[in-house]
């Protein structure tokens, strides 16, 4: 009766596997486990193999884990956006005398932050430097145009 169980599982789990496209993950680099130490361990090999990896994201942890780290082949950390935030409001004026010259080393941790290029960011944000700094919520508008800039690498 076990071994009836557990093959109905390992079917079941095995024709879920097979239910996804690779156009439907979010990110080539994992299967249909998702991100986590399965991913690292078994990529995105399709089939049954992905049920190992799904067992390992799950019995270690790392999915989690690393969803929220940003470890793991999961991609930015959940708190990358917050922690962007903070470091533009801790170091507002620094950040904006250097925007005004469209370089400096504010501005390149910025970009190091955000995974961009700094002297195309530095070029964009000083571009952009009136329409950013009219008055409330500039950090909102620094983030939108980093964002823009930062999401369009290449």
């Known amino acids: 009766m076990k071994k009836m169980i557990l093959a109905a599982v390992v079917l079941a789990a095995t024709s ?33 193999i992905q049920i190992f990896a799904a067992t390992l994201n799950g019995t270690a942890g790392s999915q989690t884990f690393g969803m929220s780290t940003g470890t793991s082949n999961c991609g930015p ?13 801790n170091n507002a004026v620094a950040l904006e005398n250097d925007i005004v010259r469209g370089q400096g080393e504010t501005l390149m941790t910025l970009s190091k932050m955000m995974s961009c290029d700094s002297q195309v960011l530095g070029t964009t944000l000083k571009n952009n430097y009136k329409s950013i700094y009219t008055g409330e919520q500039s950090t909102e508008r620094v983030m939108e145009t980093a964002q823009k800039v930062c999401s369009v690498k290449g």
Request: aromatic share 14%; proline share 2%.
């Open 77 to 89: 950390s959940v708190f990358a956006a917050n922690e962007t935030k903070a470091f533009i409001d």
């Open 16 to 48: 879920s596997a097979f239910a996804f496209s690779k156009s439907d993950l979010s990110n080539g680099s994992y299967g249909t486990a998702g991100c986590g130490l399965g991913s690292l361990a078994f990529g995105n090999k399709t089939g049954p």
